[in-house]
């Protein structure tokens, strides 16, 4: 079994390797503000990807579905976090969660959950919801709070092939998925402007009907009133006006 040394200077603070991939991620160094590096284990050698300097960093979490990393600084950091995409080697956003304790991943990758648990500090209890890409999504504040855990994800019923194929051809499945999305929404326009033209046509249908009633018993509305009720001209429209003086101002010049 061959072995190499990645060259990482000074000591270790923290190690992890990439869930899905062959990255690993090292803090490194001495002081408060160590060295963050990167390394890509490729055929008979490690490559080093980059270093970032001086980072309040202390703690690594990974996205289970790789490539991005949350470099936490916790503990006496007081919650520091920097997201970075290590594909790109580039920081997406920095972020603060007060005495901050604990990172967990949803299973998706698609967010992440930062807490202060009771069981290490008595104040400042809760937790904040942020994107992978760094945006604070909700923070809910609550006493005695101890600890956060997503739901598992349940396994795929996709085989590595076609997960692999959907992912090669992930542009042309999107556009065909949003054609097929585009043709649902069109019918279901078509049935709602359908479903309103009959319900008008049950209205005006429902109108004529009453109308001719209406008109068939005018002679015995005049006969039991004694005049021709339905006359405009038999009635007086009388319109009130009221005012109300919601603010008065006085300006002395």
């Not at 994800?153 to 085989?159: E, G």
Request: aromatic share 12%; glycine share 6%; proline share 4%.
């Amino acid at each position: 079994v061959s072995t190499q040394s990645t060259g990482a200077k000074g000591a270790i603070i923290a190690f992890s390797w990439e869930p899905k991939g062959n990255r690993l991620a090292v803090i490194h160094g001495e002081g408060p503000r160590p060295d963050v590096s990167f390394y890509q284990v490729q055929e008979k050698k490690v490559v080093c990807l980059g270093t970032l300097e001086k980072r309040q960093a202390n703690h690594l979490f990974w996205s289970p579905q790789g490539q991005f990393i949350i470099l936490a600084g916790l503990k006496h950091f007081n919650g520091i976090l920097e997201f970075f995409n290590v594909a790109d080697m580039e920081t997406v956003a920095t972020g603060e969660h007060f005495l901050c304790t604990d990172v967990e991943w949803d299973p998706t990758g698609r967010f992440l959950a930062t807490y202060v648990s009771h069981w290490r500090h008595q104040s400042e209890n809760g937790y904040n919801i942020w994107t992978f890409y760094g945006k604070l999504v909700s923070t809910t504040p609550k006493e005695k709070f101890y600890q956060l855990y997503w739901r598992p994800r349940p396994q795929s019923l996709l085989t590595e092939e076609q997960e692999k194929e959907i992912k090669t051809n992930l542009r042309s499945i999107s556009k065909k998925l949003a054609a097929l999305d585009s043709k649902e929404n069109e019918m279901a326009k078509e049935s709602l402007a359908k479903q309103r033209r009959e319900l008008k046509d049950q209205w005006v249908r429902y109108l004529e009907d009453n109308r001719k009633v209406y008109e068939d018993q005018r002679k015995t509305r005049e006969k039991m009133r004694g005049y021709p009720s339905d006359s405009e001209s038999n009635y007086e429209i009388v319109e009130d006006y009221v005012e109300e003086v919601l603010e008065e101002t006085t300006v002395v010049l």
